[in-house]
């Protein structure tokens, strides 16, 4: 079978690789699509501990169960499936919380094992989860990154808040679209880039002033700001941007990763009494709630997706990493 399969920073290869056989209590999955996510893109432009090649990537992805190990019901055959990525060992006290995405022997599938950018790939059972089949593939594997979103605004927004989510790309997007769904009253989006602004607000985003979203936020809010900030993106000027835009006794969740370290105005923290949640993965909860959004019909799928094929795969990160102006690529073997 064929595989993408990332040798180092900035190299991949289609590649012939073993098909893999189905190990007790596991199915392996056909892949019909696997997106390209932000962290893949990173593990693509510098070496990372956290993705070591030889490695297969991919766990935004739905396909069928064409085999099963020992132990799993042979009816799961045929089944259309997408795929859930994170492997917990549903034994340690941050799983028994169901808080599976804190597990301290957690592992990614597209990271730790082989994931979807191949044309077979086996994992768990738990982890192939049933979706219907009306909906389409793209919008089938945009359900992990939904699945952040849900986990972000689930626990933040009330009904009628103002939120501000900082970063309008596909995470971002994303928690826009979450939380006019949680209730937001007015979801704010602030972006340098002017195309990615426009593309929210067609996702029910109010954008704000390219070169000054601070003080548009200020104007728009009577001085007061907003009940919550998303920060999709996760530099200094953003960390600073967020403290400036929220209340006083407000919310802030820090999601996006961009800058590992920097400095903070702890001024601000305290004397506004913020709360600052860090945000990682999603609960399998969270996942379940996603599975039904897509299913539903609630995420518009216009202007997300471009379609490439799995052996143009090299082109499709180089291009992401460099600054193309695709949304969501979706590859497809
Ligand atoms: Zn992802
Ligand atoms: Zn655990």
Redesign the pocket.
């Known amino acids: 079978m064929k595989a993408l399969v990332y040798l180092g920073p900035r190299r991949m290869e289609l590649q012939d690789a073993p098909e893999p056989a189905p190990a007790p209590g596991e199915v392996v999955i056909r892949s019909r699509a696997s997106?390209i996510?932000?962290?893949?893109l990173h593990g693509f432009r510098e070496a990372s501990p956290r993705r070591i090649p030889p490695l297969i990537m991919g766990?935004?992805t739905v396909g069928d169960v064409v085999a099963v190990g020992a132990g799993v019901d042979p009816a799961r055959t045929g089944e259309r499936v997408v795929l859930k990525?994170i492997l917990a060992c549903g034994e340690c006290a941050r799983c028994l919380e169901g808080r599976i995405n804190l597990c301290a022997s957690g592992r990614l599938v597209g990271r730790d094992l082989t994931g979807g950018f191949a044309e077979l790939f086996s994992v768990p059972a738990s982890a192939a989860v049933p979706i219907a089949e009306d909906v389409p593939n793209d919008l089938a594997a945009l359900i992990?990154?939904v699945a952040?979103a849900v986990h972000v605004t689930g626990r933040s927004i009330r009904e009628g808040d103002d939120v501000l989510v900082i970063g309008a790309g596909p995470i971002g997007v994303l928690m826009v679209r979450g939380a006019v769904l949680a209730g937001a009253r007015r979801a704010f989006s602030g972006d340098k880039v002017a195309a990615r602004l426009k593309f929210a607000e067609g996702q029910g985003a109010t954008p704000l002033d390219v070169d000054d979203p601070a003080a548009d936020i200020a104007a728009r809010t009577d001085g007061a700001g907003v009940d919550v900030v998303i920060d999709a993106a996760g530099f200094e000027s953003t960390w600073a941007l967020a403290l400036q835009a929220v209340r006083a006794g407000g919310r802030i969740e820090a999601v996006g990763l961009g800058a590992s370290k920097g400095t903070v105005d702890f001024f601000a923290i305290a004397g506004k009494e913020v709360q600052i949640t860090g945000s990682f993965a999603w609960t399998g909860a969270d996942f379940g709630r996603a599975v039904q959004l897509i299913e539903a019909g609630r995420i518009d799928p216009e202007g997300w997706f471009t379609h490439m094929p799995l052996a143009e795969g090299q082109r499709a990160f180089e291009e992401l990493v460099d600054g193309t102006d695709r949304f969501k690529v979706v590859l497809e073997p």
């Open positions: 997106a996510c932000g962290s893949d766990h935004e990525p992990e990154p952040n």
